[in-house]
């Protein structure tokens, strides 16, 4: 069992920054891949992005590619989310989530391992 828990988030105002933390506990051997999914009200929960842990190949949804960047530390057992250019449709609880078997997809019923979320708001 892996223990996920994020950091980070808080109210920007359009066009600003935000960086994302997620730090890893427990049983992180077992990663094969991590990601970000985000929740809006009343929506269902969108895949964000996701790195591959071990060769750190990386995917985004089209809404947000070019933007945000994920990336991780290996040796901190962190996946970060930093987020560019944020608009207010960006605006979501944030969840990081792990997976232990391959391959790397977008389907949260995929993943195994959840964090709490942080939220981010986008507003001015």
């Known amino acids: 069992q892996v223990q996920l828990v994020e950091s980070g988030g808080g109210l920007v105002p359009p066009g600003g920054s935000l960086r994302l933390s997620c730090a890893a506990s427990?049983?992180?051997?077992?990663?094969?891949?991590m990601a970000w999914f985000r929740q809006a009200p009343g929506k269902e929960r969108e895949f964000v992005a996701a790195i591959r842990w071990s060769f750190g190949f990386t995917s985004y949804a089209d809404s947000v590619k070019g933007r945000f960047t994920i990336s991780r530390e290996n040796a901190k057992n962190t996946v970060y989310l930093q987020m560019n250019s944020l608009k207010p449709e960006d605006t979501a609880v944030y969840y990081c989530?792990?997976?232990?078997?391959?391959?790397?997809?977008?389907?949260?019923?995929?993943?195994?391992?959840w964090g709490q979320g942080t939220q981010v708001t986008v507003s001015s």
């Open positions: 427990g049983r992180t051997d077992t990663t094969y891949a």
């Open positions: 989530a792990q997976k232990i078997t391959t391959p790397t997809t977008r389907n949260a019923d995929d993943y195994n391992s």
